[in-house]
């Protein structure tokens, strides 16, 4: 196997170690944040950090680098306490990267994803997106370790395509047609190997 | 569309609620966590609630549900300050859910995964895992909002098997056969769509 520890780590060429890196926690949420700020002037934007923080209340924990720069994203939050969170179609995954380019307008018209509106909800949702979330800032607090900001957000709102909605409330992703990410540029569609059990000692769980 | 606002989120059956609310990430990391006791004692739990905190340091960040209850992983990591992450191949999966039982004994004896040891680190890896990562207790936080806790971690040490290393650092997830999941019982492979240019305005982004 190939192997690096923390010395080894430190020592890599820094666009190796990125790949590497952003690389390790495998398949990742991927997620089309929209924003507006107070004078209405929309911002799209691509997260694959975020978290899962609880199903009661509904609560999702989503990641922003330091900062030290302009983040509209944040900044829109900060200003209108909310946002969207809209699953990417694999075939809209090239759109969707191209949202990370340095835009001087809105991300919505500059790639082409219409902006869709909702009643109560102050952000831009991503029109055709088949899960789209309208959720509210709860706190933001800054990681002492690197500066990063975690932003915890309430789900407030759920849309989802009625074909994806099995009767027990989970999520048909493949029929869906969601994409996940790896790494920085890396864009996958996923294949069920299957759903098991509630897992018991003693027997080894089953499909259902 | 489905929809539901967060009156009716709050009205929904229980299950249904926690089967819709895991889903909303999307796909999901997917790790087995090695941990041991002071006593030696092996533990072994299955997490997708993973972040990646950042590149330089290699940080990343685990969520535990609150510790009102003993959670083995947890106590370990806060004995000893170490632990290892796993990824699944998409041919272990039902043994990975199955650690998720409540077992009395380890849960590497239990469900057949077979302990390995490397030098200086105290904690057991899974053998056979195509990437392998060893991390150190930076520090935990509780949130405030529902008592779960952020565990965040270095990553001191990396091995991956070679077919899924890029020159440029990146990881073929798929050469690997990493599994994904989705919600609470629902296990993925991937299927890579392209890997796509740093995004600029003006130009589509390209295939790499």
Redo the contacts between chains.
Sequence with gaps: ??????VQ??Q????????????????????LMGTQNAAGVTNLALF??????????????I?FRPHTVKRDSLENILETGVFTLN?VR?DA??QA????????ESEFA?TGFAEEYKAGVQAPFVQDSP???ACSL??T?T????K?I?L?A?????????KG??E????D??ALG???V????????????????????GK??AK?
């Excluded at 196997?1 to 923390?6: F, S, V």
């Excluded at 990681?143 to 690197?146: D, Q, R, T, V």
Aim: proline residues 6%; hydrophobic residues 45%.
């Design positions: 196997m190939w192997q690096a520890d923390a780590l430190a890599l060429d820094p666009a190796f170690r990125r790949n590497l890196i952003n690389c390790l926690p495998g398949y990742k949420p991927l997620h694959s950090q975020l978290i899962h923080l609880g199903a009661d209340p509904p609560l999702v924990g990641l699953h694999t995954y090239v990267h191209w949202t990370s380019a340095s835009w001087e500059a899960v789209q979330l709860v706190e607090q990681l002492a370790i690197n990063t975690l915890i309430r789900i407030e709102q759920v849309f989802v395509e009625e909605l099995r027990d409330g989970s999520l992703l493949n969601i994409a996940t790896s790494g920085l540029d890396e864009y996958h569609s996923g294949q069920s190997l299957g759903r098991l059990a509630y897992a018991k000692p080894i769980p259902l």
